[in-house]
């Protein structure tokens, strides 16, 4: 079975009125007592497996989830036990067996034992929404996760899809989270439990994953994969941006990486599609932008701040930034959640095209190719707008090539890669120092200190063009795959 399903976390404000709109004549109210259990050396949990025993009420029901599309599909294997009165059944990975998520337990169980890791308290009410072409279980869970003495409130609300199409539960689902404030947030309680029992809140920043469209593949079927992909990203970092309060800079760093692929995939994609909104790009541009200033001074502070101080400017602090909106809020707000409900939407749509998506690839690849290879031959004559055009350019190249790089020779799309990451990679260098510039520029009034990091970044400017003109001019002769 494939459980279809989105998970919401409730602001504090707004618990109470949802509360009440679950609460209708029809609506039920359970307790929810659950272990899950993996292995010592959590064999499950490195599978992306999840095993749990739970009782409902007074029933008793063994569930296993496994591996999904990292959005909001799963495989899903139910089974209602028969308990006696007053014992605390165990997991048994038996009653699983012939089941596509019980072959993926047994490849990862091998011979290793259960045990109990952590576990979940929680009260649900439940009720059935009927839309417009689906059936919906809506569920709100308050409570805690509990793994050893170490306690995690929990307060979400899910939508299962019980019959319909994802794109119709996602449309329900819309309407709830303008009335109610809800975030996206597609960790998993099994994700979290496992956090838990490790003493952490916060997951590994989640980087793109490897991505194979194949060649014969339409363009509309091959931006749908790739939108979901990308989202996969997007949206692994943004649960933990969102949501916790102490986040590395590399969640917030794979967050923006993501929202370019996405936003590279709806640019040179989009004519596949008649579905695709121009207004979702104009979107996600806003949130980036949002987004930015913390993470360009993060990247500032990592690399040219240190080699500042090593230069002389002891005790130098990078100025503040403006004050704008925090990610978290930025991310939380419901158009930003309405928004991602409407790109997973398009991503499990089943309409194709009749362009062969290599063809689409050919000719957008070539196109944006030609004007990089424009820019990259008179860079030292461009204005710092144009190069900063440039570099967002080569990003987009870079991003697209590796969305093809399958329908194309792979050893051609290695070397062209070659000559292209080392330009990436100038470009970034030259855009770190002009930010550098733009935040110390207003401190000069009042610091001594800012004016010797000018002086010191007009030099960096001086060399970081040059290196930039050395690494972009193979690219006037490099063989495209294409």
Known sequence: MTEIELKFQVPAGRRQALARAMATTTGTRVALRARYFDTADRRLSQAALALRVRKEGRRWVQTLKGAGDGLWQ??????????PAGVQPVA????????????????????????????????????????????????????ALWAGDRRWP???????????????LAAVASRWVQRFGLSLDIRTKAERGERLARGERLGAPVKARALTVADDVDGQTALRQIVGNCLAQVL??????????????????????????????????GPASAEVRPEWD?????????????RDRDALAQTLLPALRKAGAT???????????????????????????????????????????????????????????????????????????LRK??????????????????????????TLSPAQDALGEFNDVCVARDLFRPATLTDPMAMFALGWLARERDDAIARCVRVLAPLSKARTFW
């Open 282 to 294: 104009a979107a996600l541009g806003q949130l980036f932008a949002r987004l930015g200033s913390a």
């Open 393 to 418: 350019r080569v990003k987009r190249l870079r991003y697209l090539s590796e969305f093809a790089a399958a329908c194309f020779p792979t050893r051609r799309v290695r070397d062209f890669m070659k």
């Open 315 to 389: 005790g130098l602090e990078l100025p503040q930034i403006e004050p704008e909106p925090a990610a978290q809020l930025a991310l939380c707000e419901a158009d930003t959640t309405r928004l991602w409900l409407q790109l997973m939407a398009f991503a499990a749509g089943t309409q194709a095209s009749a362009e062969p998506f290599a063809a689409l690839a050919r000719q957008r690849l070539a196109r944006l190719f030609k004007q990089v290879r424009r820019g990259a031959a008179r860079f030292d004559t461009l204005d710092d707008v144009a190069r900063h055009r």
């Open 74 to 83: 799963r495989l899903e294997h139910e089974v209602v036990l028969r308990v």
């Open 236 to 269: 692994g970092n943004a649960s933990d941006v969102a949501h916790e309060q102490d986040t590395l800079p590399e969640h917030l760093h794979q967050l923006r990486v993501g929202l370019r692929r996405l936003r590279t995939a709806l640019r040179e994609l």
């Open 92 to 143: 048994d990975p038996a009653l699983h067996d012939g089941t596509p998520a019980g072959d993926a337990l047994r490849q990862a169980l091998g011979d290793a034992r259960l045990e109990p890791i952590y576990g979940t308290q929680v009260t649900r009410q439940k009720r059935l929404l009927r839309a417009a072409g689906c059936l919906v279980e809506v569920a709100f869970d308050q409570g």
């Open 154 to 168: 929990l307060c979400e609300l899910e939508f299962e899809l019980s019959s319909g199409q994802p794109a119709a």
